[in-house]
């Protein structure tokens, strides 16, 4: 440690001796000598000039040089000047002043940036060949002086031979090696460029203009400097020769290399990099920023970050965002800026200070990211969440109801089916059981059928089937169906329609808006104590509006938006007044939404409820309807002497088939499998129908009807089953079924059925 500060105060007394010893040279020089600037002001002056002047010498300092030339001779020297100060080299030439000839010498001075900034001039009276001897002396003194007062390590080498000849104790000090050594050496011993590159170079040197270059030295220790040298031609006693000046840039090379990676990095980086001054004042930004914010660096150098403020954010934040840093800590946020584009965004910021070497602030650095979809993701995963839980209360809330509408009815059928054991019981009470059983039964089914509609829609296998749809007449049947049930608690039901029959023929699908218009009248029904319930529709443009208006007990605001999610009810709770599993609003709605329309609500807690659905306006043309609600059906309950097959491995569904058809014409066999059918058709020539379930063990019913129509083609074949999806009905008649009905049968539709079936082809043996 003092060894290193005694050398840098010897270095300063030697730099400070070798400014003296200059001053000092410069003064002694016998011959008119100054320094001039570019732009012909007088920088210093020795005696010699100012006696030639007539003056002092601080009277010629600050005045332009060419005030003391004629005219004539000003011009001349001005070219000379600026050729110099062009071409950074030395220039000597000749003129005559007052019968006196000169020998001009015009020597650049390079700045500390390798440029051309001054020129020393002397002007040399070679009239008298002693004076001139005398002043190439001087100046051969004065070049000395000048090469230990250069800034830096010196050196000077022949071009032709590569030979260093000439060192300043500066260059001794970097390189290592004494003056006297280092004139001994070939330059291709410092220069770590090849040999062949290196001659090449100073060969070019000696011909260029250029005076500054980069290169890699190396030192007596064998170690490796990256210096800068500034390097020129300069002629003495008539020989051409180099000279060097060589500054040590090792660590500015590594800052500078460093930066460099920094830069790269900032400038490839996805984070967002603002740097500011001390009043918060942009000084750079890096690409991410003009991809966040929209703005280019030139759009907001110079301007304050507020600039990005959305106004929302509060000022609390960021007073003490400015508390922090300027206390030297740093702050970690988020804050709500605003883009170029008018868009809000959220970004995520580390701000600190910058410190100098004293530990002053200089500068601020703000680290930042654009956090907008991170956080629009995580409030989706939130939302998510919540939606996954209330989900799941809901379902837990439907299983819990399911159970509870399943066993219900379940209850009553098993129960009042032990009762009817009872042979006391009287007809009345007999025929009461049988109308509850038969109740249980309905809303049994009722549920079931739910659960498969919204099991299909969510599996999406529920298809449209479009076709012609009297819209009036569907009504007529809805409110002959519901009336009964209407008038039974006493309510008022009316409906209104609100087109022709000619023009409510439409193309949609007839059973779904069925079934859409009976889920809603089955709601307003359920959910109305008094009071009246309409429905109807009116024609607006290409669009029906059908309602179903009711004055029951309204919905709440908060659950409104809410009814038509699956397994989602008004009240949820266990101690709700209505029965139901809150399946029918959802399925409604998707109904409606395959047959292009949209469902609404509208009501008040209290005092009632209105649905309103749309429906496209598509007209199927004109059709006759049958609205004679007094003419007489035909009659299917009697049926012709004949043989039914009934195969059937579930024994009571067997036995109420039999029932269903009990009568003196008709004469039943039965199959436990659907290999047993077939061999009952063959050995019964006299079957003339079979009903055919599909589920039965040794055999379906599907090959059970294929080999039967191999043998007996024309033989009709009714397929009966618990399952209902359309994909078993298209199988039933690709086997050769003429019709398929689901269980439970109802005894009315199986006798269409199957005098259907009879009324086509005779059986063909």
Not at 200 to 216: D, T
Not at 270 to 286: F, M, P, Q, R, S
Not at 493 to 516: F, R
């Amino acid at each position: 440690m003092q060894n290193s500060t005694h050398k840098r105060e010897e270095k300063e007394r030697n730099a400070q001796q070798r400014e003296s010893t200059l001053n000092a040279v410069f003064d002694a020089v016998a011959e008119p000598a100054f320094i001039m600037d570019r732009e012909g002001t007088i920088l210093d002056a020795n005696q010699a000039f100012a006696r030639v002047c007539h003056k002092e010498v601080q009277a010629c300092i600050n005045v332009n040089a060419y005030d003391f030339l004629p005219p004539e001779l000003a011009a001349a020297r001005r070219i000379k000047v600026d050729e110099v100060f062009r071409t950074g080299r030395r220039m000597i030439y000749e003129d005559e002043q007052e019968g006196h000839c000169y020998r001009n010498t015009l020597y650049p001075i390079a700045g500390l940036d390798g440029r051309t900034s001054q020129i020393y001039i002397v002007a040399q009276d070679i009239t008298d060949l002693k004076r001139s001897e005398r002043d190439a002396e001087t100046t051969q003194t004065l070049f000395g002086a000048l090469k230990e007062a250069v800034p830096g390590a010196f050196y000077m080498l022949d071009p032709l031979t590569g030979n260093i000849i000439d060192a300043n104790q500066a260059a001794a000090a970097f390189y290592g090696w004494s003056i006297d050594e280092l004139c001994r050496k070939h330059i291709r011993e410092v220069d770590t460029l090849p040999e062949e590159e290196l001659t090449r170079f100073m060969s070019q040197n000696r011909l260029s203009g250029k005076n500054q270059f980069a290169f890699q030295h190396r030192r007596a220790d064998g170690s490796i400097r990256d210096v800068e040298v500034f390097s020129s031609n300069i002629t003495i006693g008539g020989r051409e020769l180099l000279y060097a000046i060589v500054h040590d840039v090792t660590e500015r090379r590594a800052a500078e290399r460093e930066l460099q990676k920094l830069s790269v990095a900032m400038q490839q980086s996805h984070a967002i990099v603002v740097i500011t001054d001390l009043k918060g004042d942009i000084e750079y930004v890096n690409p991410a920023f003009t991809i966040s914010s929209g703005y280019s660096q030139e759009e907001v150098i110079g301007k304050n970050p507020r600039m990005l403020q959305s106004g929302t954010m509060p000022q609390p934040v960021y007073a003490e965002l400015w508390q922090t840093i300027l206390a030297g800590g740093v702050w970690k946020g988020e804050v709500y800026n605003r883009r170029k584009n008018g868009e809000f965004y959220w970004e995520s910021a580390v701000i600190s200070p910058v410190l100098n070497e004293e530990g002053v602030i200089t500068n601020f650095v703000a680290i930042k990211e654009d956090i907008t979809e991170k956080k629009k993701l995580w409030s989706e995963l939130i939302a998510a969440k919540e939606h996954a839980e209330e989900s799941d209360r809901l379902k837990t809330a439907f299983l819990a109801n399911i159970s509870h509408e399943i066993r219900t009815p379940m209850n009553g059928i098993v129960g009042l089916s032990e009762i009817l054991k009872d042979p006391d019981l009287s007809k009345d009470e007999q025929s009461l059981y049988i109308d509850l059983i038969d109740q249980s039964c309905q809303r049994l089914l009722f549920l079931i059928n739910d659960i498969i509609d919204i099991s299909r829609i969510e599996a999406g296998k529920t298809n449209v089937k479009i076709g012609r749809t009297p819209v009036n007449t569907t009504l007529r049947d809805l409110h002959a169906f519901f009336k009964p049930l209407a008038e039974q608690k006493g309510l008022r039901l009316s409906c209104s329609a609100g087109l022709s029959d000619s023009e409510s023929v439409i193309e949609t699908d007839s059973t779904k808006l069925t079934q859409i218009l009976t889920n809603l009248l089955q709601n307003a029904l359920k959910f109305t104590k008094e009071g009246h319930i309409d429905f109807g529709y009116a024609c607006k443009k290409n669009t029906l509006e059908f309602y179903v208006a009711d004055s029951g007990i309204g919905i709440s605001p908060d659950i409104q938006t809410k009814i038509f999610e699956r397994f989602r009810q008004a009240d949820n709770s266990l101690t709700r007044n209505y029965e139901g599993a809150g399946l029918g609003l959802s399925i409604s709605q998707a109904y409606i939404e395959m047959l292009g329309g949209r469902i609404s609500v509208k009501s008040i807690e209290g005092k009632g409820s209105e649905f309103i659905f749309t429906l496209p306006y598509n007209p199927a043309g004109f059709v006759e309807t049958d609205v004679q609600p007094d003419a007489v059906r035909p009659n299917h309950d009697s049926l012709p002497v004949m043989t039914i097959l009934i195969a059937e491995d579930d024994a009571v569904s067997g036995i109420l088939l039999e029932k269903t058809l009990q009568a003196e014409s008709i004469t039943i066999l039965s199959a436990g499998n659907g290999l047993d059918a077939v061999e009952l058709v063959k050995a019964h020539p006299e079957i003339g129908l079979v009903l055919m379930d599909i589920k039965m063990p040794v055999m379906d019913g599907f090959d059970a009807t294929r080999l039967i129509k191999q043998f007996r083609p024309g033989l009709p074949v009714i397929m009966q089953s618990a399952f209902t999806s359309e994909s078993e009905r298209g199988k039933a008649e690709a086997a050769g079924c003429c019709s398929f009905i689901t269980k439970p049968v109802k005894k009315e539709l199986l006798l269409e059925l199957i005098h259907a079936a009879l009324n086509r082809q005779p059986d063909k043996q």
